[in-house]
């Protein structure tokens, strides 16, 4: 099985800054990475996909990068609406999914 | 538009069987497009992904379970009513948790190739002692 390493697991931070969340895995995926968002009560969207390519109607601010078995979550300027739990899925082993641990961004 | 509904017990006592079931609406059930995921979400806790099931219209599909739940774990289908379901047996507390239902089409060819892109609402079961 594949294991999704993330961090850090929560992260304080103001509007207008600028974050970066890390996921590892335990062996190389092939770019095989997704970043989802989820707010409480509410179901996870997904923002990135293939490790760089952004889902439609995700804002451009959101941007993915990595290979190999590291990957990162960059928001240039954080928004109010952006506080959320951000979560890293492999799925390179495909039909076998597996998530990081999740990032919990508060401000 | 394709839209994902679970329905469940809500309340399941231990060591009986949870029993969750995902309808599919706008699009079929049927498909080489897409596999048919579990998720769950424990309350404050993070995503844990349960098995898949593949149905192309043959046979009874083929699935793929989370190696730490698979001996527990069975998903079905019910092409007739496009629908997709999960028993968990022999439950107790740390199952507890929020039962998402989701698509993935991660197999696919070029810009097709997207993991969840759609997801149920998620439905609630809590498991009593």
């Known amino acids: 099985d594949i294991q999704m390493t993330q961090s850090p697991s929560s992260l304080s931070a103001s509007v207008g800054d600028r974050v970066t969340i890390t996921c590892r895995a335990s062996q190389g995926i092939r770019n095989s990475l997704a970043w989802y968002q989820q707010k409480p009560g509410k179901a996870p969207d997904l923002l990135v996909y293939?490790?760089?390519k952004l889902e439609s109607g995700v804002p451009s601010r959101f941007s993915g990068s990595g290979s190999g078995t590291d990957y990162t979550l960059t928001i240039s300027s954080l928004q109010p609406e952006d506080f959320a739990t951000y979560y890293c899925q492999q799925y390179f082993s495909s039909p076998l999914l597996s998530f990081g641990g999740g990032t919990k961004m508060e401000i | 538009q394709l839209q994902l509904q679970e329905s469940g017990p809500g309340l399941v006592k231990a060591s009986e069987t949870l029993s969750v079931t995902c309808s599919v609406s706008g699009g079929s059930i049927s498909t080489t497009n897409y596999y048919w995921v579990w998720i769950r979400q424990p309350p404050g806790r993070g995503l844990e992904w349960i098995g898949s099931l593949f149905y192309s219209g043959m046979n009874s599909g083929s699935t793929y379970y989370n190696s730490s739940l698979k001996s527990r774990v069975t998903i079905s289908v019910d092409p007739s009513r496009n629908q997709f379901s999960l028993n968990l047996t022999s439950v107790a507390a740390a199952d507890t948790a929020v039962y998402y239902c989701a698509r993935d089409g991660s197999h696919r060819d070029g810009s097709n190739a997207k993991p969840n892109d759609v997801w149920g609402q998620g439905t609630l079961v809590t498991v009593s002692s």
């Open positions: 293939a490790a760089s």
